[in-house]
């Protein structure tokens, strides 16, 4: 069973990444590896909030999972950005992007030709 006050902390947490990422709970059950069902039961309280899914919170999103349990300190970690190499940034950014990682993997089997007018596309839609 699941504490009532990390349920709602929890979904606290899921309105967040919903607002923020356009994530549901499924996609975040996808990032994590899990069901959509294990997800469901956890909020539900049936099923207890695994270390490895607090420890998924942290890692992929940021959120405190001594936030998520206990209620102490902010939802957000501090903005490690500043503690980051570009190619973690990067990384962070593409799991936090519901779909990017089905796409690089897509964009990973293209020809060179392909990859380059795919590239030439991107730029032109590109608001900046």
Not at 7 to 23: G, Q, T
Not at 101 to 122: E, H, P, Q
């Amino acid at each position: 069973m699941t504490d009532p006050e990390v349920i709602k902390r929890l979904k606290v947490v899921f309105d967040y990444l919903k607002k923020e990422f356009n994530l549901n709970q499924k996609n975040v059950a996808s990032k994590f590896g899990v069901t959509d069902s294990a997800i469901t039961r956890i909020l539900k309280g049936q099923n207890a909030l695994t270390n490895r899914v607090l420890t998924q919170f942290e890692s992929i999103f940021g959120i405190s999972k001594m936030w998520i349990v206990a209620g102490q300190g902010e939802m957000l970690l501090p903005d490690r950005d500043s503690n980051m190499d570009e190619d973690q940034i990067l990384l962070r950014s593409i799991n936090r992007r519901s779909g990017f990682r089905g796409l690089i993997k897509i964009l990973l089997k293209l020809s060179d030709k392909n990859l380059a007018a795919i590239k030439a596309l991107a730029e032109k839609l590109d608001p900046e």
